[in-house]
Structure formats: C-alpha cells, structure tokens
C-alpha cells in the first residue's frame, strides 16, 4: 500500500481518524471509471478482491483493517476495554500469532536439545538496564520460559544496590501492554520498514548536497553512548543537520543554573552517606531525581536507629542524620524529616538568599526573611550546618530558580560539602544542551519552513509536552517528513507520516549511563512482541545500515571502546559486561568546579527582585508544576499499575488534580472534587480541586502527565472494565497551562465553575464528616490509638525502653484457643522500620507484579475495592496547615491468633505451622467475614472478575508460581509464600537431609527486595541470625493494634525523629499543647 | 382463699358465629371465585418478584460486585436483608409455638397466616446467604457433608452456626405450618365442588378422616412441634447475632446482642403481622375473627419488645463508656455525629419514639394507626440492621481502612425483590390456602369451649 499513488503526499493531519470512522457504503460514491483506469494502466493490484479494493478507497481500507484489527483507532470509541482486549486476543490468536513472536528465520531452532540453563518452572535472571527519562536503572529481569516475568534490581549497579522504583516494576506491564503500537504506521495506514528505509534514504539523498540541511533530530535526554555515537556520525555526514532535544519533565533549570555558576554544564550527584545535616529546599533529590534508588538507600543508613543508638554506617561511624525541608509542598523527603519550614515558592527563594547571606556565600543586604519564624528557623538551621561544614548538604535543584540553585551551590562550597557531600561529574547526559532552548530553536526553525524531515525518537511526544505557548503542533505540520518513532500512538503520532513502533526496552540491546556515569548495558529478555525497533535501529537507516540490527550496532559501537582489540578477548570484555549488566569503572569521576565570581551577587539581586514582586501581590495564588510522582510526565499513562498506584502523599489514582492548602481552599471558597477554571497568561484550563494538609498559603500544584487526549489505541473515553493492561488516565493537562517560560511556576487566576469531578482517592476517600476535614479526624483518631509510635532520638537516649513502656500487649496466654508451639522449624515474621519509609510505593507495584495483583480501574477505586496487597497508609500529625507526614506499609500482619481465620465457615484461610495465615483460593466461597473480621482491612476481595484470564498477553506476564484468582474469592499479602516454597525447595537440594533449613537471609519478599531505603525485612524469627531477629528484638519494636491480641507477626520499628533541640524548643513556646504531646506522650 | 373474679376477656370471635358459620366464612375465601383485586395485588408482586429474578441472574452472571459492598464494608444489604427478613419471621412462630403452650387462645385467628409469614420469611431470608457469596455455587460447603476432600466446615464460624439454626428452623417452621394445616385441608376437600381441587387437597390432606385417633396423634404431634419450635424462637436470632457479636470488629463485639436481636426480632415479626392483618381482615371481611382484642394484644407485644430494643441501644451505649475502650466510644460517637447519622437517628424515631404512642388506647385501638406504627418500625428494624452493619464495619480500628458504603440500584432491585416473592407467596397462600385455622377456629366458637359465651352485643369492654 506505501505504493498507492492516491494517498501519497496528502496531508493526512488528524485525517485518519475521521476517515477510518467511516463506514462502507457511507463514503464517496465508487468512481468505476477511474477504477477501470487503473486496471488498463495496471498501477494496481494485479489480482483483486472487489472493486473497492481496486479503488483503494477509504472504505475499503476501513474494511480490511476491521477484518484484521492493527489498531485500535478503528474500534469505535467507547468499547469496552475488555470487549477491546478480547477483540485484540482474538485477533492475535487468528493471526497465528505472528504478531507476537516474529523471529528471523535463522533463529528458528526447534528444541531437539534442551538449551542450556531452561528448566521448565525455574526462572533464569537477566542482568539488563531500564531507563527512566533518559536515565538508567540496573536491574535484573527474571524470565520463565523465555518470558520476563518480574524486574528486579541490580545489586551491583550503582543507582540500583538491588532495590528499584516503582517505574522500573512497572516496565513489565508497558512490555505486554496491548496498547502499545503494533505497526509501522505511514499516514495512517500499515507501512512497511523498508518503505520507510527507502523513503528516508531519498529524503536524505535529496537534502545530501546541502549538508543535510532541513533534517532534525528531536530526542528527550540521550545518556546511550552508542546512540550519542551514532548521532554524532550522522552529523559529520550531515554537517548542517541538528540534534534537538526535549526532556518535558527534566533538569531545565538545573542546566542553566550549573551554566551560571560554574560557566559549564555539570551534574551534580550526592553522597548522603556522608551527610550529618540535610537541608532539603523545595527538592525531590532524595526520592524522584535520577539516582533516587540509590540516594534514598544511602540516606536510610544514616537515619536507622537501632538498639536506641544511631545504626551508621556498616563501619559503626557517623551519627543520625538530621534533615530540615524548606519547601511550598509537601515532599517525600519531607515526611522523613526532622523540621519543616512551609514558606511559598518566592519565599522559598527568599530564604535561600538568607540562608547564603548567614554562611557568606552572598553578599548581606537587608532583612529578608518575612517572619519571626524563619529567622529562628534559620538561626537554628545556620548553627547546625555550621557545626557540620564539610557533612552537611544544601539540596536545592530543578524546582528553585538558577539564581537560587547558583546560591545553592555557593553555599555547599561554602561550607566545604564539595568533595564530600556534594560531587560535581562531568555532565551525564551526552552532548548537554538546554532543552528548552533546543525546542524553542527547532519550533522557530520549523515555523520558518527550515526544517524538511523532522525524526522523533524514543517516545518524545512533543505535541502534547511542549510548553503550550510554542505552538508545536502547529509548526510541525510545517514540516515536510515527520517522523516518530515511540512505544504508543499518541497526540504526535497523529502528525506524523511515519510512525514506527518502539521495542521495548526489554526487547532491546542498547546501552544508557546511570545518574553517576555508570555505562549501563541493555539485553532483550524476548524479540519485540509488536515488531518494535530500538532508536539505534532508526538511526541505523540515517547511516545507511537500515537492516542491521541493534545488537550488532550495540557490539559494534562496545568493539570500539572495550579493552582488547582480538576479537576473542573482546568476547570476554562482552560478556562480563552481559554478566554484570554494566561497564565496570565508568563512573564519572569528580570535576573541579567553582562558583564563578559575581554569580551569587547577581542571583542575590535577582532573587531580592523576585520576592519584592511576590509580596507586593500577596493573594496571587502560584501554580507549580511537577512531574507526576505515578505517571511521571504522561509517559506512563497507559501503564495501569502506576495509574492505580496511590500517589505517595495524596493517595489519589487515576488522576491529577489541582492540589491546595486547606487555608488556600478556604479562602477562596473551594471544596473537594469541584471544579474550577485556572488561567495562566491567558490559556484556561479546567481540573478539579483537591485539598491536602501541608501546602504554603496561595500555592496550588498540577502535575504533569495527565488529561491525555491519545495513548496507544484507546482515547480517553469512559470504560466501565479495566483488564490486566494499561489504560489512560483522565485527570487535567497541565502542559495546556505550562509555557515556556515559566516550567515550573507561574501565577494563576482560579474561578469557580460549580461542577463536581470524582477524584478516587484510597484513603478516607475524603467523605467529609460534620467535624470537618476526615483526614483530620482520621490522623487524631490514629494518633489516639497509636498506630504510628514515635519518638526522639534525644528522648531515646535517656530510656532505650521508652516505646516498650507504651506497648499494651496482652499476656501469653490470653486467648481461649490452643496454644501452637511454633519454636520449631521456621517462623517467619516481618519487621518495618517506619524512620526511613519515604513512601516511595515501590514495593506495592513490586507486590503487585510478583503476586499477579490485578488493576480494578478508577470506578472500582472509588468503590473502594483496590486490590494491592500492600498499601502505605498515610497519617498527619499535627496542625492541618502545616502537619507532620507519616508513612506506614501495611501488608498482612500474618497475626498468630487471627481474627480471620475463626470465622471463616469452610476454613479456606487457615494457620501453617510455620506461622503462616494462609489462603486457600480453591476453597473460599466469598464470605468476606474474614475481610470484616479484619482489624487491619489487608485483605481484598474480587466483587467482579478483575484479573484478566484470557488474554493471551497477561498469561505470558503472569508469575506462573503464583495463582491468578477468579472472582468471588478473597486474597491478600501472603509474604510471598511462592518465594518461601521456592526457597526451601533449594535448600532441600542443596543441603545435607535432614538439614534442610533454608539459609539465613537467603530469602526476601519481593516489598523487600524492591524497597529502596531498606525500610522492610522479612526472615525466620526462630532464628537469631536472621536480620529480621535482630530488628524484633529491637527496643523501637511493635505490634499495631496489638492491645487486640492478634499477635501480629508483622511488626514495626516506632518512627525516631532527631530533631534540634533549639527548634523544638521554640515550637514548644509557641505551642504549648505540642510540647506536652512530645513530652509526654511519645518521648 | 378469696374466690377470685376471671378477669374479663373481651371474645376471640365476636359472637353471632357457630361453627357452621366460622367453617362457611374461612373457606369460602378459599372456594370463592378469585377476587379481581387478588389480581392486582398479585400481578404486582409477581412483577417485583420478576425484578428479583432478572437482579439475581444479573449478580450470577456479574458476581457481588455490582452491589456496593467494598473495602472495608464487606456486608451490606444482602446481610441486612437477611437479618431483617430472619427477624420478621420470629413472631410467626412465637404465636403459634410459645402462645399454644401457654395457652392463649387468641393466637388461634393469626397464627395460621401468622406462622405462613415465618416460612415465606425465611424463605425471602434463607436465599441472601448463599446469593452474597463471592462464589454462591459453592454454597453447599458449609454443610458437613461427607466429601473426597476431606474437608469438614470450620465448626468455630458463626456462619456454620448460622447454616445449622437457619435450616432447623425453615425446617420446623414448615412442619409444623403443614401439620397445623392437615385438618383444615380435609375441610377444603371435603367443601370443594371441583374435581381438581379435591383430588389436590386430598392429597394435601394425607387422608384425614377425623377419627378420633387421628385427632389423638395429631394433638401429640403438634405439641411436640410446638415444644420443638419454641427454643427456636429463642435460638435461631441468637445464632445469627453471633455473626457480628463473635466479630473483634467494635459495634459488633458485644454481648448484650442476643437477647436484644430476639427481642428485636419479635418486635419486628408482630410488626409484620400487624401490617399483614389490618388489610386482610377488611378485604375478606374476617373482622369477627381477628378482632381488635388481637390487634391490641399485638400492639401490646409490640410495645414489650419495642422497649427491651430500646434498653438495648441504650445499654450498647452505656457499655462503650463503660468499657473505657477508645475504639469502642469512637464507634459510638461516630453513630451520633458520624457520616450515617441519620440512619442512627431515623432508627432512634421508628424504633424508639414512634411506637411509644401505643401506651394510649386511642391509637392501640385505631387500625390505621397501628398499621402506621408497624410501618414505620418494619423501617426502623431494616434501619437498625443498616447501623450495625454498616456503621461498625466503617469506622473501625486503622482511620486508613475507613469507608463508605451505599447499595447500588442491584442492591435495592434484589430488595424490594424478595419483597415481591414474600408477596407473591402471600398472595397465593390467602388464595388457596385457609388463611385462619378453621377447626381450631371452631374450637373456640363460644359454646364449644370454656370460654364463657357472653351473649349480647360485642363491645369492648376497657379493664
């Protein structure tokens, strides 16, 4: 069909939409004359199946694509998602399921010999690498059969240390994601890769002669060196062609910031092992920059409290460390913190420029903090840094302006943290350019008519992230050859000419560095699914290579830089670096940078301009942006465990909102879930209200991400069912609001409209009750009941016991039933350690993908029927303006004496001797009285049929070690009993017989494993060398609700605090009820 | 010992009625031809029954999700509607068991209809157990029944308790309604013209000739079944208060919920027969039969139970601050002030205030406004049921796990549903089925019994 003459050169702008909605027999009448035309002149088909056919009518395409559905556009809106997933599975299986396994022939070998190392029921484990915007994440891929089943991470890459984020788990459901782009699509209709090679290729001979003139690259931040290498080439061959770049969610203002002060780009990376002082100013650093994984497993290190002591470093040095945020809302980083200092976003700044002005990184000027408050706050703050120079850490990065980020680095030279706390690296990302200046340059270029071929690659959608006031859309109709190339269809591909599918990064070969420099090395677990091609693959057409695949090109590149011309020792290089997923000592070592002279003085100027424009107009309420913490800047949109991922700190799924303070909405009148309309410099938007505890006066927050109008084959219209696979959210576009000059904040006008938008939230679901807010009453209701333990670290050193004191824990044996003697064999138990819960929710989508956890769909959220076996209960302390945060995992507490288990009728959950509360799917008939009986509600039930049985992709992602459950039937955490079984099955080939314990801290649930800080363990309670021993035995242990004597096997560290003593002073002056609260109640 | 004077008694019949009379005017219902009105009100019932039919395919096929119970409410209607319906039958047997041994009399007009109200009751109730199941086909698992699995229900559940008391008492509610029945259905054959129906009640009637050895084995069966059913009355509503009282869950975990689940269940039964009596004794004319000393007596039963209910509430209260148990007055609190508030007060009104009006004889004497009461207690007894379901189950122990809950449309179409079958079988039963027990009506005829016949006029006489 790219042959047809008809339709070639047509603008085919948001065409194909329209015309595939057309039916048979609705369209223009058939022209037999031109068909008889054609049929002399033999342009056409020589063989043909009808006349429509001949006449390559829309109609006839709209048929054939119904007859074999390549994509989803051509369902008609609406269908139901499971109607879509069983049309798509059908449409799979009839197509022999080419689709999914397209092998070269060469590789066709038919199993006359086992292969080495698969065993049918054993996994193997695969080390590879995910990125995230550009960065990468070490992991391990575990693979049944040829299928990857489970991520998790590296324990020998730098930014993984063995845990992972919740993007990186979540990889696996973008792999078999049904959505994902099928089809190498040209103007909306299949194309084929060697129409696009040769269609490329004449462009490129075409535009030769003028040094490639006309052609652009647009990609998001490339950290890949074969892919930098490959550009590279073809801009020596194409000297006049131009690499653009646009990372919407990136480190825009962290870029230019470096430029001013250092006059060239650097990365900035961190070494909080070292750090004995946090200041944490309006910054995500710790838990969704680059290295996070990493940084937040360093950070808990210092912040473990153990045996009433500081637990250190493993070498027994260094003291806890104390963390103080200044910030506009509320942080992860916050709700691991020491002290809070809530301030709005010009005052944030202002207090930046105090805080450089007390430590003599700025000049001095006159008074600029606003309140009594602060400036105690920064006295206090000033002293401790000052008692730490050289271990402490100023945090200030994308979210300040680069004249506060240039007072920030000038501080942390200041007080000698270079070096130590804070490294300066060459930069990571390849060939650094300031994106936003690279997009505004290629949209002028294109509005100019200077740009010929446009080529997008790795899943940019510039259409829908470019700053709203560029016009991208629009300018890139301008261009001559557009093309993308992206895992889904999204709003750009609708633009474009070409678009071809992504492989995903599990079905690629490539290379990426980590936030430290660390090479990091890419392997397919399976061939592309969908026939995806990896950027190295396009760009391998630029080169003239269009059939080389990316293994080759990957070696390729590797032959050039690994040790060891002679091929045979090249081959050892490789496959250690297979082995180890990462090129060992390519981290970037550290760079002599100084703050340039006169850079702090004139951030200082413009920081005091800022703020006196920001007090004269005291009620403008601040819009910030910021990435999704789920979906991050929509690129995660169609993958459903993150869309049904609580948002840490809100707890709202499936949606953004416009995000304001309880005094904010108060002023301005607003209630939960309605809707208003926000206009920023003249663009209007309209999102729905949501109020959180713990955000500055007239500041509200948007995140990015959500309000897609396209992500793979479905729109964003309604569907009553949500399947295994991803859906798009709804919720509000930010980008609509967000302009290029103002990234992260801008003022906003706010109208009420009236109307009501349902936001599924999974705490408290926000009912309100008559007393007011119910996330207030719920928090004093948790307080009263002391869910969460707390206490100082200065309050524990004077009694050890002091969290033992409060226990209520009934006696031994106080229950009615038979004691059971569970000191023989294994007893397995958890323990979690709520000092470094940042609430990160990783280990939710871990469980979620190791145990088979089905996504229920926003409807069934607001129902409150979430199915994650774990969940972080959120709590806040304190004043409802400005409270404390308080992370909790629950998981199943696997209690002793289980309330669940008497009332069961037919006994389906029951004890195991191992201390186990098990569930036996088979046998429950859905009662749900153990789900009442419950009094920490971890078990969940399916009221509909949730998980998706019939698709053939969710059968190949499912872990076959864990049972998919049918509806009707109750299922909770069962601390990965798979991973037990599978344990002692190794031991028990392993060991001597009759010795067939499973090894100490051998074994890990995958919460565990994927937690970042560290924050979970899990082991043998009658063992003493299992850590999670050690942590019962621990002076900060309890049970929650233990009073109930369910004597919960899961149990917790109480959550310690290490607080300034000056501060908490001060705040007991001014708030004498809080003093006698930590006093007396909880230190 | 002072010869004291029998306290008068206003007549169980009204009089001008012989045997032949009481005989000609029960059946007669029955051997009539079909009243259009039966028509009517049976076509309606039929249609919602029809409603309940097409809400439980559609739950079969959808699975209890498309109610809305959820997390953390994992019982809503289903197991309020199961209670409420377990409850309205206790007053069935009560009449027929406890009144029969102690020997009153004027049982004799309700009980037949009375005891039919238990059995379509339970019926309507036997059925939400197994339909809120997440898996209803498995049902039968919690019987003990002998299985290759190996398996035996788990004998510590309440709801094994419940599988056990539901079934007994269907069970001996329903023989005990057919053994009460044989005699009267000897009448009918007897009376019918028709072919059809005499061989159909000759069959029911199992061959009863009135000898006096049938009358014999008769008498001793239906004592025995009366003695069998009276412990049920108290039982069968304490084995299903259990089902919350066993629960840790606060609002549930209570011991003073048997004794108030029974008393509740009667009050909400005499409440049931009231709302039943009132328009049938006016459509069939049956008002020399169930005659206002009946309908004071029930308000007066009414009352008892209504107060002991009330004691309950106010005791659950008592406790929660007497307990000294945070979580325990939190639940309490939040019945008052918290989000289903007004379910709490509206059961407060219907089942504590409204019924109070009964002390006066005004009103204890006014049919329309005993029907009015009984109505509103039937609300305040489902309203009751509500609370303590619903309302324990959403605030309980972690604020985290609180939530809301509120029936979907299937829930309400599968309500009013079985309304519909209770209905229709009603409907069918006063149809073809004699609705008052004819020979024990006869028995009490004045001149039969030792009731003394008083002659003149009927009034009430107020003592």
Known sequence: ?1083 | MATLEKPYKPPVVAPGHDTATVTDKISSVVLQRTPKWWFIGFGISFLLLMGFLFGVTWLLLKGVGIWGVNQPVGWGFAIINFVWWIGIGHAGTLISAILLLLRQEWRTSINRFAEAMTLFAVACAGMYPVLHLGRPWLAYWLFPYPNTMGMWPNFRSPLVWDVFAVSTYATVSALFWYVGLIPDLATLRDRSKNRFWQIVYGFGSMGWRGSAAHWHNYETAYLLLAGLATPLVISVHTVVSFDFAIGIIPGWHATIFPPYFVAGAIYAGFAMVLLLSIPLRVAFGLQDFITMRHLQNMAKVMLATGLIVLYGYIMEFFFAWYSGNHVEQFTFWSRINGPYRWHWYGLIFCNGVAPQVLWLRRFRTSPFWLFLVALIVSVGMWLERFVIVVTSLSRDFLPSSWGMYAGTKWDWMIYVGTIGLFLSLLFLFIRFLPMISIFEMRTIVPGTTGEPSLGGEYTEVPR
């Open chain 1, 1 to 1083: 069909m790219d042959s047809d003459p008809g339709v070639t050169g047509k603008g085919v702008t948001g065409k194909c939409g329209a015309e595939a909605a057309r039916r048979p027999g609705e369209g223009e009448p058939l022209d037999v004359a031109a068909v008889r035309e054609r049929l002399r002149e033999k342009k056409g088909p020589e063989f043909w199946r009808s006349l429509d056919e001949l006449a390559v009518t829309p109609e006839f395409e709209d048929l054939l694509h119904r007859e074999f559905p390549r994509h989803v556009t051509e369902w008609p809106e609406g269908v139901s998602r499971r109607g879509f997933l069983q049309l798509a599975s059908a449409s799979l299986a009839l197509a022999g399921l080419t689709g999914c396994t397209k092998q070269p022939l060469e590789k066709i070998v038919p199993y006359v010999r086992q292969p080495e190392q698969v065993i049918p029921g054993r996994p193997l484990f695969f080390a590879t690498t995910l990125t995230h915007a550009g960065y990468a994440m070490g992991v391990l891929a575990e693979s049944h059969l040829g299928r990857p089943t489970k991520i998790e991470g590296n324990p020998d890459h730098p930014a993984s240390l063995g845990a992972t984020d919740a993007y990186a788990q979540a990889a696996l459901l973008t792999l078999y994601d049904p959505d994902r782009s099928q089809e190498i699509v040209r103007n909306g209709r299949t194309g084929t890769w060697s129409g696009f090679a040769s269609e490329v290729n004449a462009a490129l001979r075409a535009r030769q002669p003028l040094g490639g003139e006309g052609i652009r690259l647009l990609t998001g931040t490339v950290t890949s060196p074969t892919l930098t290498a490959q550009i590279r080439e073809i801009l020596t061959r194409f000297p006049n062609a131009r690499w653009h770049r646009w990372e919407p969610a990136g480190g825009h203002q962290e870029h230019a910031a470096a430029q001013r002060a250092f006059g060239r780009p650097v990365t900035t990376r961190y070494d909080f092992t070292k750090a004995d002082v946090i200041v944490s100013i309006q910054s995500e650093a710790l838990t969704q920059s680059p290295g996070n994984v990493r940084y937040q497993r360093d950070f808990a290190a210092r912040r473990r409290v153990r045996g009433g002591h500081p637990a250190g470093l493993p070498d027994g040095s260094a003291a806890m460390n104390r963390v103080y945020c200044v910030e506009s809302v509320p942080t992860s980083t916050m709700t691991v913190s020491d002290h809070r200092l809530l301030l709005p976003p010009a005052e944030v700044e202002g207090f930046v420029l105090a805080l450089a002005q007390a430590l003599g990184a700025a000049p001095a000027s006159n008074t600029v903090l606003a309140d009594a408050k602060s400036t105690a706050w920064l006295q206090a703050v000033v002293e401790d840094l000052q008692a730490h120079r050289g271990t402490s850490l100023i945090l200030g990065d994308e979210y300040l302006s680069p004249a506060a980020q240039v007072l920030v680095h000038a501080i942390n030279q200041a007080l000698g943290n270079v070096g130590s706390t804070v490294i300066y690296t060459d930069p990571v990302e390849s060939d650094p350019v300031d994106h936003m200046e690279s997009l505004r340059a290629l949209v002028a270029d294109m509005n100019a008519g200077r740009v010929e071929m446009l080529v997008m690659l790795g899943s940019v959608n510039p259409v829908y992230t470019a700053p709203a006031d560029l016009g991208f859309a629009k300018a890139l109709e301008k261009v001559g050859l557009r093309i993308q190339h992206g895992l889904y269809m999204d709003e750009t591909s609708e633009y474009c000419h070409w678009h071809i599918p992504a492989a995903h990064e599990l079905e690629s070969w490539g290379d990426a560095r980590a936030f430290d420099g660390t090479v990091s090395v890419l392997q397919p677990l399976i061939d592309p699914l969908f026939g995806g091609k990896t950027e190295s693959e396009i760009l391998a057409v630029f080169s003239d290579r269009p059939d080389t695949g990316s293994h080759d090109l990957v070696q390729a590149y590797w032959k050039t830089q690994l040790p060891g011309q002679v091929p045979k020792d090249f081959d050892a290089a490789w496959q250690a670096v297979l082995h180890d997923g990462l090129v060992q000592n390519t981290q970037l070592p550290p760079i002599g940078v100084a703050v340039a002279g006169g850079a702090a003085q004139a951030a200082a100027g413009e920081i005091l301009a800022g703020l006196a424009e920001a007090r004269a107009q005291k009620d403008r309420v601040t819009l910030l942006f910021r990435p999704d913490p789920t979906i991050h800047d929509g690129r995660y949109a169609s993958n459903s465990w993150l869309q049904e991922l609580p948002k840490p700190i809100t707890k709202l799924t499936w949606d953004n909102a416009l995000v304001l303070g309880p005094a904010t909405a108060q002023r301005l009148g607003l209630k939960v879930e309605e809707t208003v309309e926000l206009t920023v410099d003249g663009r209007k938007l309209k999102a729905a209200v949501w109020i959180l505890p713990g955000q500055a006066e007239s500041t509200a927050v948007l995140t990015l991400g959500y309000g897609r109008t396209r992500t793979g084959h479905l729109d964003a219209s309604g569907r009553e069912d949500v399947g295994v696979n991803g859906a798009v959210g709804r919720g509000f576009n930010a980008y609509a609001l967000r302009t290029s000059n103002a990234l992260w904040a801008a003022p906003v006008e706010i109208r009420r409209i009236g109307e009501r938008y349902q936001l599924a939230c999974t705490q408290n679901h926000h009912a309100l009750d008559p007393q007011g807010n119910e996330d207030q009453l719920a928090s004093v209701e948790a307080e009263r009941r002391e869910v969460i333990r707390k206490t100082t670290l200065a309050a524990l050193s004077k009694d050890t016991a002091v969290i033992q004191e409060e226990r209520e824990k009934p006696g031994e044996h106080d229950t009615l039933y038979p004691q059971y003697d569970y000191s023989k064999g294994h007893a397995w138990g958890m323990a979690i350690d709520l000092s470094v819960c940042t609430g990160c929710s990783s280990c939710i989508t871990a469980c979620q993908a190791e145990n088979n956890i089905p996504v229920v769909g926003k409807d069934q959220v607001l129902a409150g029927r979430e199915m994650h076996w774990l969940r972080i209960d959120r709590y806040f302390e304190g004043d409802m303006d400005d409270p404390q945060i308080h992370n909790q995992p629950i998981p199943c507490m696997h209690c002793e004496t289980a309330p669940c288990e008497v009332v069961c009728p037919v006994a389906a959950t029951t004890h195991s001797h191992e201390g186990l509360n098990d569930m036996v799917y088979n046998r429950c008939v859905g009662t749900r009285y153990c789900s009442n009986n419950c009094p920490y509600k971890v078990r969940r039930f399916n009221f509909l049929r949730y998980s998706d049985r019939t698709s053939p992709l969710a059968a190949m992602m499912y872990n076959p070690d864990v049972t998919v459950r049918m509806r009707g039937v109750m299922e909770k955490c069962t601390y990965c009993v798979q991973r037990i079984e599978q344990a002692k099955i190794e031991s028990k080939i392993d060991d001597d017989p009759g010795h067939e314990k499973i090894p100490v801290n051998t074994l890990q649930t995958a919460c565990q494993q994927a937690c970042p800080t560290h924050a979970i363990v899990f082991g043998d309670i009658n063992d003493k060398a299992w850590e999670v021993t050690q942590w019962k035995a621990d002076p900060l242990n309890y049970g929650l609700l233990e009073e109930l004597n369910t004597r919960p096997r899961t149990t917790y560290l109480a959550k310690v605090r290490n607080p300034n003593p000056r501060l908490e002073a001060a705040a007991g002056a001014e708030d004498g009820s809080a003093e006698e609260r930590t006093s007396h109640g909880h230190s």
